[in-house]
């Protein structure tokens, strides 16, 4: 069964950091494009960023450039999106997926073929 597991979500005040995590459970990811997307209360799934399955590549929102990375171990089966500098308009929930590679990094959510359960991030002011 193939599912992905995020956590490491939670309430942090602005300025603050979190590390999020999404382990594959039943399969494996290291074949597959990674991204991370987010949902704020009202709003649409947004991009938020990627990574390519060898993790040679990655590609970010405008919105997060500079203050959250995404990597991956793929002999632990997990990937993470580091956030720091987080704003209260970072607040959503965040969710992660796989995608089977094709050409570059796909940042439209309907693209991507697994979805975790997602993670709830809490930024107070």
């Known amino acids: 069964q193939v599912q992905l597991v995020e956590s490491g979500g939670g309430l942090v005040q602005a300025g603050g950091s979190l590390r999020l995590s999404c382990a594959a459970s039943?399969?494996?990811?290291?074949?597959?494009?990674m991204g991370w997307f987010r949902q704020a209360p009202g709003k649409e799934r947004e991009f938020v960023a990627g990574?390519?399955?060898?993790?040679?590549?990655?590609y970010y929102a405008d919105s997060v450039k500079d203050r959250f990375t995404i990597s991956r171990d793929n002999a632990k089966n997990t990937v993470y999106l580091q956030m720091n500098s987080l704003k209260p308009e970072d607040t959503a929930v965040y969710y992660c997926?796989?995608?089977?590679?094709?050409?570059?990094?796909?940042?439209?959510?309907?693209?991507?073929?697994?979805w975790g359960q997602g993670t709830q991030v809490t930024v107070s002011s």
């Open positions: 039943g399969w494996t990811l290291s074949s597959y494009d």
């Open positions: 997926a796989a995608r089977r590679p094709y050409n570059n990094i796909a940042t439209m959510a309907r693209l991507y073929d697994y």
């Open positions: 990574i390519s399955w060898s993790g040679d590549s990655t």
